[in-house]
């Protein structure tokens, strides 16, 4: 896709503030009811834009119009890193995001996104609806008054756009790093100097020179963003995200105030729509990074194994001072997530990798 069409669809009127009757009450005739979904993507951003507006028609469709969800991209209501605040102050019913946007909140919400070394979209999928991870969110959550759903996942991510090959960790040192979460941390402990930006930012800092190297997702959105236009070293795979879940975030009292078949309309639709993602990213990203090669000459890249030993140091360090240091909340949700993590990496390690390494030696069609 092209940048400038792609960021002509996505433009924002003005500064992203909104007035008074943007922020008017939902409407409700006749019993029916309309929420308002704010975001922290782009309109029409592949994968994950297009995943809350197909997550709020589903929940507008199944509801029979009952619950109609008016979706707002990063910027048409509230800026992309104020859609959580917005909710808890009444700006809107909902908002469709990534938890490690939050972890000035609370640091226990990075753990529902994606961690550094951790879990991949299946596992975290497995922690959350069948080992304890949503009680401990809702837990998390409740400290705002917000109840959340998981919504989407990007499955292992790209580790990122870098202007210079890196050829071991001292090409790190003093690097300008746009990249969220713990697994910014991470990359700290390394050396870069990390920021996090929104999406729709990205490419102007890395043209202007602000920054020398950023990540956001993989291929899928990172076509649509341009990125290959300003560096052409592309580095895969992310250690620091295995995968990125996203959010549908609700107000949790309004949720509650709901009939219980609207209630459970939102939370399997979102269930409905984590899987829909995953296959969309699962189908999507090689394609994109063929074009990136073929039609956009960017050359792939594997990071050296000395900044992959380094960043796995990082990490344990990163989880252990959070398992250790952090408020009960942080320490049991770290506890509940390694737990979980040596669980299914024996799983892992007994049946999946096997049989990855088998499939890539011995089959071919």
Not at 129 to 154: I, P
Not at 166 to 186: A, E, K, M
Not at 334 to 340: A, C, H, I, N, R
Request: proline share 4%.
């Amino acid at each position: 896709m092209d940048r400038r069409a792609f960021l002509t669809k996505s433009a924002i009127a003005g500064t992203g503030l909104a007035g008074a009757s943007a922020l008017a009450a939902p409407a409700v005739a006749q019993g029916n009811q309309t929420w308002r979904m704010v975001t922290t993507w782009p309109k029409n951003f592949p994968g994950l834009g297009v995943g809350a507006q197909r997550l709020a028609d589903r929940i507008t469709a199944a509801s029979g119009g009952r619950l109609t969800i008016q979706v707002y991209a990063a910027g048409e209501l509230v800026p992309a890193l104020q859609s959580l605040d917005t909710v808890i102050d009444g700006g809107a019913e909902m908002c469709h995001s990534a938890a490690y946007y939050w972890q000035n909140k609370s640091t226990a919400l990075s753990f529902f996104t994606g961690v550094p070394y951790g879990m991949t979209s299946t596992e975290l999928s497995a922690w959350m609806r069948h080992m304890g991870g949503q009680e401990l969110w809702d837990e998390v959550y409740d400290q705002f008054g917000l109840q959340s759903f998981l919504s989407g996942n990007t499955g292992v991510q790209a580790g990122g756009w870098f202007r210079e090959e890196l050829t071991g960790l001292s090409d790190v040192q003093g690097l300008r790093f746009r990249t969220p979460g713990l697994g910014g941390q991470v990359w700290e402990k390394l050396g870069a100097t990390v920021t996090n930006v929104a999406a729709g930012e990205i490419f102007q800092a890395l043209q202007s020179g602000t920054l020398d190297a950023a990540e956001f997702v993989g291929p899928y959105n990172d076509l649509a963003l341009g990125f290959y236009q300003v560096a052409k070293n592309y580095y895969m795979p992310s250690f620091i995200e295995p995968g990125l879940a996203t959010e549908l975030t609700v107000d949790k009292a309004k949720y509650q105030e709901l009939p219980e078949d609207l209630q459970a309309i939102i939370r399997d639709c979102s269930q409905a729509e984590y899987d829909m993602v995953t296959a969309d990213f699962a189908a999507n990203d090689p394609r994109a990074l063929r074009t990136l090669q073929e039609e956009h000459g960017v050359t792939v890249r594997q990071f050296p194994d000395e900044i992959l030993e380094a960043g796995a140091t990082a990490a344990q360090e990163v989880i252990t001072e959070l398992r250790e240091g952090g408020d009960d909340l942080t320490k049991r949700t770290v506890e509940s997530f390694v737990e979980s993590l040596n669980l299914m990496r024996s799983r892992s390690q007994t049946m999946d990798d096997p049989f990855m390494r088998a499939r890539e030696q011995y089959f071919s069609l």
